[in-house]
């Protein structure tokens, strides 16, 4: 158990509805970062907090955002979903932005029917 | 360019016995940092270890090295003495860059199948 939590597990919808992916870090740290894996992609980087503020921002589409609150935890929020995002959608934490390990949560495996 | 690279096909050992997974790196950054991840069918990814671009030695975790040669940018793992529930998907990663700031994000190679004999 790496300590960082994802809710929900699974999760089942159809094109063009709108989800909330929510992640809880690691006590004590300050950043979270969201990955999606996926069969054709892998595994790639969609977006970094640190603190509550938006540090980095890698192949997220604009119908994706996310955000970090003041209590740490963190949304992924997709919408006008399409077949293609089908994916396992991680967040990861680590202590801060100087990065060594970043602990991974068990993911959130999204299919769009 | 690909930043990670890990072409070997579907791997397999034989229980107890060692096994090297190859990955290449292409970065023109001076400070970086590399991870192995592991990821078994039931999904999780779990870390395995890290090795940075200044450390002189290269990293161990218990079962799981690192062959850390920085002149051929080549970062394998080495598994001894493999278990049966070493069966899993591994995932070499790099984050570039100083530490911190907008190069935290780490950039994962495409994976290599292990699959561990009786």
């Known amino acids: 158990d790496s300590g960082v939590t994802q809710t929900p597990k699974h999760l089942i919808t159809a094109t063009g509805q709108r989800v909330t992916l929510r992640c809880s870090p690691r006590s004590g740290d300050l950043s979270v970062y969201w990955y999606q894996q996926s069969l054709d992609q892998g595994l790639q980087f969609l977006i970094q907090?640190?603190?509550?503020?938006?540090?980095a921002k890698g192949n997220i589409l604009e119908r994706f955002s996310a955000q970090q609150f003041p209590d740490l935890h963190s949304e992924l929020n997709l919408s006008s979903l399409e077949l293609g995002d089908s994916a396992l959608y991680f967040c990861a934490s680590s202590v801060d932005h100087y990065l060594h390990e970043q602990f991974f949560g068990p993911g959130t495996r999204l299919t769009v029917l | 360019a690909q930043k990670i690279t890990q072409t070997q096909p579907g791997m397999f050992v034989q229980e107890k016995e060692a096994v090297t997974l190859d990955c290449t790196y292409d970065?023109?950054?001076?400070?970086?940092?590399l991870f192995w991840y592991k990821q078994p069918s039931s999904g999780e990814m779990i870390f395995l270890i890290y090795?940075?671009?200044?450390?002189?030695q290269n990293a161990t975790e218990g079962r799981y090295s690192l062959n850390f040669q920085k002149a051929r940018k080549s970062a394998n793992l080495v598994i001894s003495a493999s278990q049966l529930g070493d069966s899993a998907m591994y995932f070499c990663?790099?984050?570039?860059?100083?530490?911190?700031?907008?190069?935290?994000?780490?950039?994962f190679g495409k994976g290599i199948t292990l699959s561990v004999r009786p």
């Open positions: 907090y640190y603190n509550g503020e938006e540090r």
């Open positions: 090795q940075g671009s200044y450390d002189e």
């Open positions: 990663a790099m984050r570039e860059g100083r530490s911190g700031g907008a190069n935290s994000k780490l950039t």
């Open positions: 970065t023109s950054d001076q400070s970086y940092g």
